[in-house]
């Protein structure tokens, strides 16, 4: 090792474990930048921590021990201390447990040294014990690799508050004098907002470099206390005064909403389950940070994140307590409201006063819901175990008074996990502001499917009125009253009932458990289990299919669909299936899926995509119909057809032109050749489609010159069965009278697919400006996530998970996307095309790229602000009317060979062995 380290990483050993202690270091030597050392600074008065920080070391000259003499010890006067003994150019400072992925000194270090950065930061991953899944708080912020000249360039990382996710010239930190205030129990946020001030370049990097697992366990006091939220508001503080101070006040609200969502939401989602005390301390500490808050910037907080900050300010603590619970709920249903004119307000007021306005839940469209979807909340009050069963009370609220004031009659739903109902009938009746039932479970009486070991499932409320009917699930205002239930004889033997609540949701879930589960029983399970694993595995059964095709015959009648990679039972070959069976001709067909087999018409052959039954298929089938793309391990055999229908155009690059398989990459383009080899027969829409998509994908085949199986009932609109196709989806949707439909539906971002960047419009802008006459369908692509905001519910429509977009076609008035194939198909219904392509040159250069420049085949407007998008909609006949040519000249290019009997041309052409002989 050179005598000079390149990195000295700061490991603070600030009230800690000794195992906490010795994995952190532990990690920090298995860096890839092996010239580093680590300074490990501790209470020197601390024997324990000295001789764990020995055993840890082993010998290695990197570990040096910093002992900390002061008769205070804090964090900040550790650090200066090591930074005293410190002598790298570089400097990272980590607290105990947290761990450092593998490369990140190097990458941090070469990214500096590159750019001239005074530092270099990263993601932080948080991953607390008893969790699994890594969640990144500031995802959005390292979309890209950049190097930014200054923080007013993009003020949002003031937002980023950590330190330990940065390497620091440590000329950078001499030359501004930058230190770690001692009045602060947790500096970094006040450091970290300092730095970027200070900075003139600092350079962002995409890839994780920390992973946080500190929480209660592993250190002493943990970090999820009073105490330690008091310690961070001080520090909030701070970094607030210091801004103002620099005369950057205006950059104060980003930092004001980061704390109030990743700092102060957490507290109130722990607070329900607190003590009068706890809350009572929890509104000391923070009355006079609340009272200063911007009142125009917390009435653009989340609505439950709102209320709950007005109640804690004015000291409501069962209504906060209430209002607490719900803040992770998508959906909230309080349990009183008021409404005041056209206004709907949370809790109780004088109907003919004012209420404050951080309380209006009009947002949420509580009051504009159809009574499929009505505010109802069943709430469960009591459980008790009895002789005939066990005897469950239930409080159900109707605060906008939806229900019969006499009660209404309902049953009680409990669905197996494996399939088969148990329904329990039930009548709600009226006490006071709320209504009452009772109803008694018996186990013995449960279908077969709920009865088996662990079998868990929710409790859902069934209430009819008038001819409809309103389904939602039981939810406990914070434990179930009795968590487990051992069953008698008489009822079910050897059973036990359990009652749990999920966090998240407050919704009940009940699990039957059998107490004739012996050690030998679990042993045998156990050795099933791991036997099973070893023979069913993915190697085994491709070597099982490889084995069917070369011995076993082929099957000439038998036909394999798959759609959407087995989703969905959609797209073209959905209707070239229907047509076969319309046609009645003698086929044996046999349908794909992935998890869900409830979506397929009843009668319906399906097999589990990747199972042994998929792989006995697959590998007789005489046909194939398939809408993306087999995985290319499953040959081909010879006198099987291959029909590759496509899930889209060809407006983005595909095949051989996609980002993945442009250039010299050899490997990958190898195997995108052997799976199109496969291919014997495609189907187009029109002629472009056929030259590009033969171009992008190496295919040279026959080709059915038909239009797209899918698109017909769109060429067909117009007839009676789609309008009432139409009709009863906007039923679902809760559309009112004169209202319109705006189907959303744009496509993924390959850089950026979980977090839901491909959503931009910006939706609370849209709802204020047009929400009373427009309903938004948002419809995001299955790679993409996206978290509908509760306050936008009821002006926008989260359909996602709608089995089929015609559907949505059909029941929409206009389509908003931005490059997504779905523009085409909907140019079949002559309904007016909008896009917002606010980031085209970003997509184009870093991103899918697309085939064709869109500005000049678009059919409609390009938009790239929400009030652009606004003003086309609220004059949606003058729009189209701009468009009209623009638009013919799209239909004409793209879908000239639809004609509204493609699947049956298709099946003429593909099936015609099979026709010969109908059954």
Known sequence: MNTRPDVDVVVTAFDCTEAALSETVLHILEQSLNNLRVLVVFDGQDGRLAEALARSAMGDPRVVP???????????????????????????????????????????????????????????GRCPPRRKKIRYPSVRLFGDRVTIDGVERKPAFLTDGFVENKLFRRGFIDEHQLEFDHALREPDRLFAVEAYLASKRFAVVPWPIVRQTADVSGTKEGRAGLDSFAARLAAERRAMEFLRGEGLGRL???????????????????????????????????????????????????????????????????????????????????????????????????????????????????????????????????????????????????????????????????????????????????????????????????????????????????????????????????????????CSRRLLPDAVVTFTRMSTTNKVEITWTSRKITHATRRWKKLRTDVVGRVS?????????????????????????????????????????????????????????????????????????????????????????????????????????????????????????????????????????????????IVAPCAEYERVFGASTGFSGEVLRTGYPRNDVLVRCAEPEQLAVARQVRAKLGVRPGQKVLLYAPTFRDRTRGPGTSVRVDLDQLSARLGDEWIVALRVHPYARYQ?????????????????????????????????????????TGKPILLFTDDYHEYVRNERGLNHHLPDIAPGPMLTETSELADALADLSATAARYAEAYERFRVTWCSWEGGEAAKAVVDAFFSDLKKTKG
């Open 66 to 124: 910093v002992p900390y003499l002061a008769e205070k010890v804090g964090i900040s006067g550790m650090r200066e201390a090591a930074l005293k003994v410190s002598v790298a150019p570089a400097v990272m400072f980590v607290n105990v447990l947290s761990l450092l992925y593998m490369h990140a000194c190097k990458s941090l270090l070469l990214e500096i040294e590159e750019t001239g950065a005074d530092f270099a930061v990263g993601q932080v």
């Open 252 to 486: 104060a609200p980003r930092l004001i909403r980061r704390f109030l969502r990743a700092e102060l939401a957490p507290m109130l989602r722990r607070l329900p389950g607190q003590s009068d005390e706890w809350v009572a301390e929890l509104q000391r500490i923070t009355g006079d940070y609340l009272d200063g808050l911007p009142r125009k910037m917390v009435l653009r907080l989340p609505v439950m994140l709102r209320i709950c900050l007005h109640l804690l300010r004015e000291g409501q603590a069962e209504e906060l307590r209430e209002a607490a619970r719900l803040l992770r709920v998508s959906s909230p249903i309080p349990r009183r409201v008021t409404k005041i004119g056209d206004r709907v307000y949370w809790g109780v007021h004088d109907p003919s006063g004012d209420a404050p306005a951080e309380l209006d839940i009009s947002s949420l469209e509580l009051d504009r819901r159809p009574f499929s979807r009505a505010a109802i909340r069943h709430e469960i009050e009591s459980v008790e175990p009895g002789d005939r069963g066990i005897r469950i009370r239930v409080r159900t609220y109707d605060p906008l008074g939806v229900l019969p004031s006499k009660g209404a009659s309902g049953a009680v739903e409990i669905r197996a996990p494996g399939g088969g109902l148990w329904r329990v009938p039930i009548t709600l009746r009226p006490a006071g502001e709320h209504f009452w039932s009772e109803f008694t479970l018996n186990p013995g009486n449960a279908p077969r499917s709920l009865r088996g070991i662990n079998r868990t499932t929710g409790i859902r409320l069934l209430i009819h009125r008038k001819g409809d009917s309103h389904q939602a699930p039981l939810v406990a205002p914070e434990r179930p009253p009795l968590r487990r239930i051992v």
């Open 537 to 681: 595995n993915g190697r085994s059964r491709l070597g099982f299919y490889r084995i069917v095709m070369r011995f076993v015959p082929r099957s000439k009648r038998l036909v394999l669909f798959e759609s959407s990679e087995g989703r969905a039972y959609t797209g073209n070959p959905r209707y070239i299936y229907e047509e076969v069976v319309r046609q009645r001709i003698r086929a044996r067909c046999v349908w794909s899926y992935a998890s869900n087999r409830s979506q397929f018409p009843p009668g319906t052959r399906v097999v589990k995509q990747g199972g042994w039954r998929f792989m006995w298929t697959l590998a007789r089938a005489g046909y194939w119909v398939e809408s993306h793309n087999l995985p290319y391990c499953y040959e081909r055999r010879r006198g099987t057809r291959y029909l590759q229908t496509w899930h889209g155009q060809t407006l983005k690059t595909i095949g051989l032109n996609t980002p993945g398989l442009r250039g010299d990459q050899w490997p990958e383009r190898h195997r995108w050749q052997r799976s199109v080899d496969r291919w014997t027969t």
């Open 788 to 828: 509908l905001p509760p306050r936008l519910r009821g002006f926008v429509e989260d359909v996602t998970a709608y089995p089929e977009i015609n559907d949505l076609i059909l029941a929409s008035d206009a389509l908003l996307t931005d490059y997504s194939s779905v523009m085409f198909d909907y140019a079949n």
